[in-house]
């Protein structure tokens, strides 16, 4: 994958390191030039740049990243502008650092579902769940084994759990099944929550939509991703 790492103070640079290490094309960025000398050898591109200046992201390759990392932590202001650029330039899917509750609220509200948080989790950790590109979540049980939120594939959907051999095929091991729900609040007002159905029974169906949260070996959820993203293009070169 091609990742681009904004912000290379310690957490960046680990994350960038470790990126790199498992196979990845790595371009960090940093507005200071002494933290993009340290890594410029060891990754496949160093920018130097401030990342708050929108002009300056016509050296950026933003439509040809698969993933966006803003780990920014020496001002939060720099981060959410950076975040806020991101966003209003291209689609590429962006994990944010939060440096406060705050932060956090204002990148939820920005649309930001990735959320990180340095002092929780390890660069090595993340770099774990970007390498894992179709799943949605993951919990890293140990370096084999992983609970991950992965999309239901197309041909589940209307089949019931007894039907279905697939999973079985994968090695997976189902957990429970997360599911939109519409709610209203005390106002009235409708908005839909993901909410898990609980223990799945033989009789539960698959709906579009369906994220299914699974228990498996790392190589098993990676041959399952790849599966659906296969699906996905010849579906999309289909139409």
């Known amino acids: 994958m091609k990742i681009i790492v904004f912000g290379l103070g310690n957490f960046g640079m680990s994350l960038a390191l470790s990126l790199t290490e498992t196979g990845n094309e790595v371009i960090g960025i940093d507005k200071q030039m002494d933290k993009v000398n340290l890594v ?3 990754i496949s591109h160093a920018i130097c740049m401030d990342s708050t200046n929108e002009l300056a992201f016509d050296a950026v390759p933003l439509k040809d990243a ?4 803003v780990a920014i932590g020496e001002s939060e202001g720099a981060a959410i502008i950076t975040t806020a650029i ?15 509750p705050i932060h956090d609220t204002v990148l939820e509200a920005m649309g ?26 993951n919990y890293q049980l140990d370096d084999n084994y992983t609970i991950s939120e992965v999309k239901a594939r197309n041909e589940f959907f209307g089949k019931s759990l007894e039907e279905l051999d697939s999973i079985d095929k994968y090695h997976l091991t189902l957990i429970t099944i ?9 106002i009235g007002k409708k908005s839909l929550v993901k909410e898990s159905i609980g223990r799945p029974s033989p009789d539960t169906i698959i709906e579009e939509g369906d994220i299914l949260v699974v228990y498996g070996n790392n190589k098993d959820i990676e041959k399952y991703c790849k599966g659906q993203e296969e699906y996905d293009i010849t579906n999309k070169n289909s139409n």
């Open 66 to 69: 698969d993933k966006v990392v």
């Open 40 to 42: 410029k050898d060891k």
């Open 178 to 186: 997360i599911r939109k729900k519409e709610k209203r609040n005390l």
């Open 112 to 137: 930001i579902h990735s959320i990180i948080h340095p002092e929780q989790e390890s660069a090595d950790r993340l770099t774990k769940q970007i390498n894992f590109k179709s799943t949605l979540e």
């Open 86 to 100: 991101i966003k209003k330039l291209s689609d590429v899917k962006i994990i944010s650092r939060a440096l406060s």
